[in-house]
């Protein structure tokens, strides 16, 4: 059994549906519901858009699958979680340049393209989820690295991605299985 938002649950997520929405009136700050409970989440600074481009702040909508879990062994033990998961470390890239075949895929560092590197220095990603956002097809310029990762204090803004509290974050991927869809509406 796992213990979730201070309730015995056994119950995994499985093909469940996790939602994430606006708050109202503050484009940045969302909520994410699953299993029935709400949690607060950050977003993009530019809000939740159909119209993803890179580098627009956006969080993308649409309806993802989960696929992987990354997590920083050098910050703490492997989570619990029924996701394939795989520690990052340093040579750990991902590729963000629209122009470079492997956009929007892990990279190994030092890469010559641009690139998101996730090593960080801050804790942003010692949790990672990693969703199917814009790779099958794969569409040059349409957003790459949108995960579900380890919100900053105070729920600021993300780049597009959703992010939560790191606590909450590793108490989810504990419920977690490979093809539990991710709704996330404008």
């Not at 309806?63 to 996701?83: F, I, K, M, N, S």
């Amino acid at each position: 059994m796992v213990k979730l938002w201070g309730v015995m649950d056994h119950t995994p997520v499985g093909s469940a549906l996790l939602r994430v929405r606006r708050r109202p009136g503050a484009p940045h700050r969302g909520l994410l519901t699953v299993a029935g409970r709400t949690f607060p989440v950050a977003l993009g600074r530019s809000g939740i858009a159909f119209d993803k481009r890179e580098g627009d702040g956006r969080t993308p909508a649409g309806t993802w699958r989960v696929q992987r879990l990354l997590y920083r062994a050098d910050h703490g033990p492997r989570p619990r979680t029924a996701l394939p998961a795989h520690p990052i470390g340093p040579a750990d890239g991902w590729c963000d340049d629209p122009a470079h075949r492997n956009y929007n895929r892990p990279v190994r560092l030092p890469f010559a393209a641009s690139h998101e590197r996730l090593c960080r220095d801050d804790a942003l990603y010692d949790l990672v989820v990693v969703i199917d956002h814009n790779q099958r097809p794969r569409t040059k310029g349409r957003g790459s690295a949108v995960f579900i990762h380890v919100a900053r204090g105070g729920l600021t803004p993300t780049e597009g991605c959703v992010a939560m509290p790191k606590a909450e974050l590793r108490r989810l991927v504990a419920r977690l299985r490979p093809g539990t869809r991710v709704r996330i509406d404008p």
